[in-house]
């Protein structure tokens, strides 16, 4: 694969710091080839970026690029954890949105995360995933996504 941190630079992506937990658990995980991602908030310097149910205080496109950051945040974990160069594939996402009722665009929303990855890992960064509608989210939050991605 192309260096990634090339590609991050040329993208214009700047990682951050991994994000601290909010509770009991790590940022991310390695078990043998595979590092799990806890899953990250919309957090920019230590706050949410947003709150708020999407489809009420929060539109779809505003969450669509909360979930962009929240995929910058699941790239910050995995550079912290072993280094983004080690990346092999993005295997699969889980990605939450904290829903209004009657609210149905969970899918273009974690799009941001989703296209995030394409643009960094190219073909590598296609991956499964699911988008689920909840209630509500930590920090009321209105995005959350996890990620499992395979290392060298």
Do not use: W
Request: net charge negative; charged share 15%; glycine share 12%.
């Amino acid at each position: 694969m192309a260096d990634v941190h090339a590609r991050l630079a040329e993208l214009g992506i700047e990682i951050p710091p991994v994000v601290p937990p909010v509770a009991a658990y790590v940022p991310a995980v390695q078990t043998g080839s595979h590092v799990y991602v806890s899953g990250q908030l919309p957090m920019v310097n230590g706050a949410l970026a947003a709150t708020g149910l999407v489809g009420a205080e929060v539109t779809a496109e505003q969450a669509k690029d909360l979930a962009r950051r929240c995929g910058i945040n699941i790239l910050a974990a995995v550079e912290a954890l072993v280094g983004l160069s080690r990346v092999v594939r993005v295997v699969k996402i889980v990605g939450f949105v904290a829903s209004a009722p009657g609210f149905t665009g969970q899918p273009g929303v974690i799009n941001g995360a989703s296209e995030l990855f394409g643009e960094v890992f190219g073909k590598a960064g296609q991956h499964a995933r699911s988008a689920v509608g909840v209630p509500a989210l930590p920090l009321n939050a209105p995005v959350e996504i996890e990620a499992i991605v395979e290392v060298s």
